[in-house]
């Protein structure tokens, strides 16, 4: 095969899988910014490979049998050795941290695709695992991966494998029983809530929200708390006196997408503002958790 033709096989076959490793990545870092710096590794990676395939073999990248569980492996790996770098940069990190919003303009509610895996809070609480345990949990429970399957990923045998799985799972599920709330109770829950928030409304805010209900606001340190709040009234507070602070008569609220909930997206003159995330509660009716975005350096990939 030419070498030409090699390498568009190849670019062929990452853009193939591409949208499989991001997600994959995306879960393990919770970063958008480091996720593309893994894919662009794992595509040099990849790349090499198949040159190097080509000069020992006329069938290039055909050598690889299975081109989608070599790329998963690569990217795996290469996102597990970056961890011990995010995990500095989040020890000195100023205020709460919270992931990276992924927004689209999707409706959740009619996505196939959409699951709670994918949530701002399960993401959240995937940060209190270790990098092993959140790998092997992201890879079966999010993309039904079997333990002998991830076990040559990791490089571990499926036994271990299987016991990561159910620390991983009995953590979880101990933090964050697993349901799905319905998107259409979930966006009218969010319009209510935004308009009491904006509007400096106590007494709605505290009708909304359940008694154990806490805030994350990430804002890089920039404005806002420092630590989680928690309990109904602190929060009711924090949050209508952030709203008046903040002349919320200028923010344009748009509802969009945000990782595959329904959810708000705040922009000042067409530059995104902050993103807020409700979680509600099993009974659908009553938020439990409130994740703000406002640092401006997680919102520079939110289109306009």
Partial sequence: MPEGATEDAATRVFADHRELLFSVVYNLLGSVADTEDVLQDTWLRWSARN?????????????????????????????LARQADISR????????????????????????????????????????????ERAVFVLHEVFGYAHTEIAPILDRNPSAVRQLAHRAREHVQARRPRYQADPKVQR?????????????????????????????????GRRGPLRPIHGRDRVARVITGTARREDAE?????????????????????????????DLDPDGDRVRGVYAVANPDKLTHIED
């Fill in 51 to 79: 040159a190097a395939g080509e000069a020992d073999s006329p069938h290039g990248a055909g050598e690889i049998e299975n081109p989608r569980a070599y790329l998963v492996r690569i990217a795996v790996n290469t996102a």
């Fill in 89 to 132: 940069r989040r020890e000195t990190y100023v205020g709460p941290w919270l992931p990276e919003p992924l927004v689209s303009d999707g409706d959740a509610g009619e996505s196939a695709e959409r699951t709670e895996a994918v949530s701002m809070a399960l993401l959240v609480v995937l940060e209190t695992l270790t990098p092993l």
């Fill in 188 to 220: 009218q829950v969010t319009e209510r809530f935004l308009k009491a928030a904006l509007g400096g409304d106590l007494a709605a805010l505290m009708e909304l929200m359940a008694p154990d209900v806490t805030l994350w606001r990430d804002a890089g």
């Fill in 250 to 278: 200028r923010l344009e609220i748009r509802y969009r997408t945000v990782n595959g909930d329904p959810s708000a997206v705040l922009f000042d003159a067409d530059a995104p503002f902050a993103v807020m995330v409700l």
